[in-house]
């Protein structure tokens, strides 16, 4: 979710940057509309959006009654987890993830980021490997279509020249009864 230069969603303060926001509003705030907000709406969870200019906003959990914000990552189920559902996951000693291996997203981020760009590389290069197998079949294409043209040139060729010596044979043939014809 883009957060820099995110407006205010009330129409008085439309062209007011944001401060925060609701994720149970689903609003974003400048610092008048939060103030209201904040006294009507005491128990909704709020992302500070001048927080840290470098903080990637990872969203809130959508589980039921957490309105926490995604802080945790689960390596053995690839989840993003809430402070909520650390705790309940802690409570319940048959959990799915009990025996989990589960860091802060901070600490994971690098090595997430790491992996995709490998992915990336990879995708490139089977991108490119499949480039390289399209041409080779387009060559083959090319090569079938041209022995199919010459195998019907040579087709044509043979016929015609059996045609022709037909023709020949058959004119020698009637010239031949002719001539036998003639002599009687």
Same mark, same amino acid.
């Given at each position: 979710? *883009?957060? #820099?230069?995110?407006?205010?969603?009330? #129409? %008085?303060? *439309?062209?007011?940057?944001?401060?925060?926001?609701?994720?149970?509003? %689903?609003?974003?705030? =400048?610092?008048? =509309?939060?103030?209201?907000?904040?006294?009507?709406?005491?128990?909704?969870?709020?992302?500070?959006?001048?927080?840290? +200019?470098?903080?990637?906003?990872?969203?809130?959990?959508?589980?039921?009654?957490?309105?926490?914000?995604?802080?945790?990552?689960?390596?053995?189920?690839?989840?993003?987890?809430?402070?909520?559902?650390?705790?309940?996951?802690?409570?319940?000693?048959?959990?799915?993830?009990?025996?989990?291996?589960?860091?802060?997203?901070?600490?994971?981020?690098?090595?997430?980021?790491?992996?995709?760009?490998?992915?990336?590389?990879?995708?490139? %290069?089977?991108?490119?490997?499949?480039?390289?197998?399209?041409?080779?079949?387009?060559?083959?294409?090319?090569?079938?279509?041209?022995?199919?043209?010459?195998?019907?040139?040579?087709?044509?060729?043979?016929?015609?020249?059996?045609? +022709? *010596?037909?023709?020949?044979?058959?004119?020698?043939?009637?010239? *031949?009864?002719?001539?036998?014809?003639?002599?009687?």
């Amino acid at each position: 979710m *883009e957060t #820099k230069n995110q407006k205010c969603s009330s #129409k %008085e303060h *439309e062209k007011i940057d944001a401060k925060i926001y609701c994720r149970k509003c %689903e609003i974003y705030m =400048c610092s008048k =509309c939060e103030s209201i907000h904040s006294n009507l709406c005491q128990n909704h969870q709020i992302y500070n959006l001048e927080k840290n +200019n470098e903080e990637l906003f990872t969203g809130f959990c959508k589980e039921e009654n957490h309105n926490n914000e995604l802080e945790y990552y689960c390596k053995n189920h690839n989840l993003l987890c809430c402070a909520a559902c650390i705790a309940k996951i802690q409570k319940k000693k048959n959990g799915i993830h009990k025996d989990c291996d589960v860091c802060l997203i901070e600490e994971i981020k690098d090595e997430k980021k790491k992996k995709l760009k490998e992915n990336i590389k990879l995708l490139n %290069e089977l991108s490119q490997s499949l480039d390289e197998s399209i041409n080779k079949f387009k060559k083959i294409v090319e090569k079938i279509n041209e022995n199919k043209e010459n195998l019907k040139l040579n087709i044509q060729k043979m016929f015609t020249k059996i045609r +022709n *010596e037909l023709n020949n044979r058959e004119d020698e043939l009637l010239l *031949e009864v002719e001539e036998k014809y003639e002599k009687i």
